[in-house]
């Protein structure tokens, strides 16, 4: 049985988008919960806090420990020198990190489902959630994005658990992966490639990360990888597995199946093998995530009859391919995680299913690209399959991530331009996109923007504003 929760916790990092989660699913276990984090720090996360009367301080001061907290949760963000965390030492206040104070209090003891890999985790973690909680389970669960359904993006204390596991580090002392305190029985990984330069991790390192995670699973558990054809080291990291594994793109000859449902826009017929089922959310990528979440959801008892029922009720995550508006003028989609080129590749390709015949114009902020010489030499080659880009560069204010270069946005622009495929002379600000984009919008074209979750809020405005010209 896990161990009873202290009676006020701390949060340092309160609005990040998992342990904001966390927070709200504490607070309604009847603990005290408070919080702090930047004054600047983005998302939605702060509003639904406030709804639920909960006070978050936006700066970080030793007198938000006053009184004494029982448990101080700190995030990986926060480093010595932070008020905060200095108190803490000094007054010798108990604390954990985020992923050692969910193991200790939750994850011990409970039947972890784990969903690690480059992308797609946050989607394929909602829908695995959304899959056993539509066939009577009751799981918990830990999802880093808002859910379009409304629902809270975590619930905790159940004998079951589904996390979205992802390999930042721990804290400020501990380089190790969050996952590897996540104590799995059943990991999906959906993809492995490099995305994460701010990490400092090389492939060996990485791949290290996920050899010691999969090392972690049961004789009776089981590993699923969603795209072992895409993702490097696979072999090598299997070699740890001694419980069952399920490649999607190894056990079947022919590969999955997918085409737009022509009686409603977004929704999709997959097949593979014999299983057939309807998803809610368009593209090869999801219909891949959501195989992924059937094949876990089987290790539960869950048939593959009764996973095709719950999945057409899914509606996705806010941010990931969205579809914020749709008239005879324009088409608006939103998708704040799918800045590297195989993201880029896969939402285009998905776009162009839905819509044959539009004209698809991309606003694009790049993000991380700069850092990652393999992507930086392919962003071009999908770039230029759009029917046109808008370059936005704007200075990340909220996030650790770092603006991409003058040179590199300059470099970019030039190829675009040589190519005919740029929106105006030169990148600009999210601001003046809009009239950017006016004399390249026809009837029924698509737009899809590619920001940084720090302007996600900016983009409903711009929006409105395309839709009602």
Not at 187 to 194: A, F, H, S
Not at 243 to 255: A, F, G, K, S, W
Not at 406 to 413: I, K, T
Request: net charge negative.
């Amino acid at each position: 049985m896990p161990p009873q929760l202290p009676r006020h916790i701390h949060f340092v990092g309160a609005l990040g988008r998992g342990m904001g989660a966390v927070l709200e699913a504490v607070a309604g276990c009847g603990v005290t919960v408070t919080g702090s984090d930047r004054p600047n720090a983005y998302g939605s996360k702060q509003e639904r806090l406030r709804g639920l009367g909960i006070s978050i301080s936006h700066d970080f001061h030793e007198a938000n420990l006053n009184p004494s907290p029982d448990l101080v949760v700190i995030g990986r963000a926060f480093v010595r020198g932070n008020p905060e965390v200095e108190a803490v030492l000094a007054r010798r206040i108990p604390y954990l990190s985020f992923p050692e104070f969910l193991c200790f209090y939750f994850l011990n003891g409970s039947r972890n489902l784990l969903v690690a890999g480059s992308k797609g985790k946050t989607t394929t973690t909602a829908m695995l959630a959304h899959l056993l909680s539509e066939a009577g389970l009751e799981p918990g669960y830990l999802i880093g994005g808002d859910l379009r359904s409304g629902a809270a993006s975590a619930r905790l204390g159940s004998e079951l658990h589904v996390l979205e596991a992802d390999e930042y580090s721990t804290l400020w002392w501990n380089a190790n992966a969050k996952f590897l305190c996540y104590r799995p029985e059943v990991l999906i990984i959906t993809n492995i490639y490099p995305d994460h330069p701010d990490l400092n991790l090389n492939p060996d390192q990485i791949l290290s990360q996920y050899r010691s995670l999969i090392s972690q699973l049961p004789q009776s558990g089981l590993l699923v990888i969603g795209d072992s054809r895409g993702s490097m080291g696979i072999d090598s990291l299997l070699e740890e597995a001694l419980c069952e594994v399920r490649r999607l793109d190894e056990e079947c000859e022919l590969p999955i199946a997918s085409r737009p449902d022509p009686h409603m826009l977004g929704r999709q017929f997959v097949q593979w093998n014999n299983f057939e089922f309807t998803l809610g959310l368009p593209g090869l990528m999801n219909a891949r995530n959501a195989l992924c979440a059937v094949l876990a959801a089987r290790q539960l008892g869950v048939t593959f009859q009764q996973a095709a029922g719950c999945l057409r009720s899914f509606v996705g995550v806010k941010g990931r391919l969205e579809l914020l508006s749709q008239t005879y003028k324009v088409c608006a989609y939103l998708d704040c995680y799918g800045y590297l080129p195989e993201s880029l590749n896969a939402n285009l390709s998905a776009l162009r299913a839905l819509y044959p015949t539009s004209k698809i114009i991309l606003v694009y902020q790049p993000i991380l690209v700069d850092q990652l010489p393999a992507s930086r030499e392919v962003l071009v080659s999908i770039l230029v399959r759009f029917d046109a880009v808008a370059l936005i560069d704007e200075a990340l204010s909220a996030s650790l991530t770092p603006r991409p270069g003058q040179a590199f946005m300059a470099g970019l622009a030039d190829q675009l331009r040589r190519e005919s495929n740029l929106i105006g002379d030169q990148p600009m600000s999210l601001s003046i996109c809009d009239r950017a984009l006016a004399s390249y919008l026809s009837p029924g074209c698509v737009v899809l923007f590619s920001v940084h979750p720090g302007l996600e809020d900016r983009v409903v405005p711009i929006v409105e504003v395309l839709t009602s010209r």
